[in-house]
């Protein structure tokens, strides 16, 4: 069984500042790429950034600037900075990881719960 436990979201002020993180446990033996996406009300889940395990990465054009994607490969954990905030990036934030379970097996597309980010004008 894989987890995506996921943790920092809130509300905060619009030009402020908040810091995702996304911790992965469980059986496995390797990930490969992990992500945020996020959805807003009435809204489709988007992609947000991603970062493959050799920490290349890429950015929504919405967010470029703005975030920061990082993961820490002994943690099993991404993070994502997000800096200057604005009310349109209000969400449900999701952890995304493509998990590796056994040398046997494909990678797997593996969501955290989500955490609620909410920015006030």
């Known amino acids: 069984q894989v987890q995506l436990v996921e943790s920092g979201g809130g509300l905060v002020q619009a030009g402020g500042s908040l810091r995702l993180s996304c911790a992965a446990s469980g059986s496995f033996v390797s990930i490969n790429a992990m992500g945020w996406y996020r959805q807003a009300p009435g809204k489709q889940r988007e992609l947000v950034a991603a970062i493959t395990s050799g920490g290349s990465a890429n950015y929504a054009d919405s967010v470029k600037g703005r975030f920061t994607i990082s993961r820490d490969n002994a943690k099993n954990t991404v993070y994502l900075q997000m800096n200057s905030l604005k009310p349109e990036d209000t969400a449900v934030y999701y952890c995304?990881?493509?998990?590796?379970?056994?040398?046997?097996?494909?990678?797997?597309?593996?969501w955290g719960q989500g955490t609620q980010v909410t920015v006030a004008s």
């Open positions: 995304n990881a493509e998990v590796r379970r056994t040398l046997q097996l494909r990678s797997d597309d593996y």
